[in-house]
């Protein structure tokens, strides 16, 4: 089944804090995390329909408009794009890596969601925001040619938004490296 995944930020803490709290009891979402983000900002990463998505979104919208930096809803979110958000991928340290490097999560989250429906790659891990200044990271796994279509795939859209930082293949990580990432 797919789902959708809606990303709000805002400007405060405190008032992150309470929208989240606010979207949370408006619709039958489930929280993905929730956490200050560079500079300053708070992060609210929520899933479900596209329906309860949009409704939480639209009441903190409405609420917190005043303190709100950025959202975004996507919908029809690949199940193993879910899966990575809530860090319970199962994606095997063989193959080529692929590397997608956004300004925001997302804008990572959509690149994950295009790269995994382009090519026969898996997540290998897919972090946002926290500790990397607001930023968001793709890893994808799998054969060369694979990884290579799908990292252009996903990296297009950031680019074509202005938010692509970098991209990275790498066809024979050395067994080291894969411990580090």
Not at 118 to 138: F, N, P
Not at 140 to 159: N, Y
Request: charged share 20%; net charge negative.
């Amino acid at each position: 089944m797919y789902q959708s995944v809606g990303v709000i930020e805002i400007k405060s803490i405190a008032k992150g804090i309470e929208a989240c709290d606010a979207a949370l009891k408006s619709a039958g979402i489930t929280l993905v995390s929730a956490h200050p983000a560079c500079p300053g900002k708070y992060e609210i990463i929520i899933t479900g329909s596209i329906s309860d998505v949009t409704a939480a979104r639209d009441h903190v919208k409405g609420k917190y408009g005043s303190a709100l930096v950025d959202d975004s809803v996507m919908g029809r979110i690949d199940p193993r794009v879910i899966s990575a958000l809530f860090g319970t991928q199962t994606a095997k340290k063989e193959g080529s890596i692929g590397i997608i490097e956004t300004f925001s999560a997302s804008s990572a989250i959509k690149a994950a969601d295009i790269a995994v429906k382009t090519a026969r790659v898996e997540i290998y891990d897919l972090r946002v925001s926290r500790g990397m200044g607001g930023k968001g990271i793709v890893l994808v796994t799998g054969e060369i040619g694979d990884v290579t279509a799908s990292v252009e795939a996903g990296a297009k859209h950031a680019q074509d938004n202005g938010l692509l930082a970098n991209t990275s293949v790498i066809p024979a990580p050395h067994a080291e490296l894969w411990e580090q990432i």
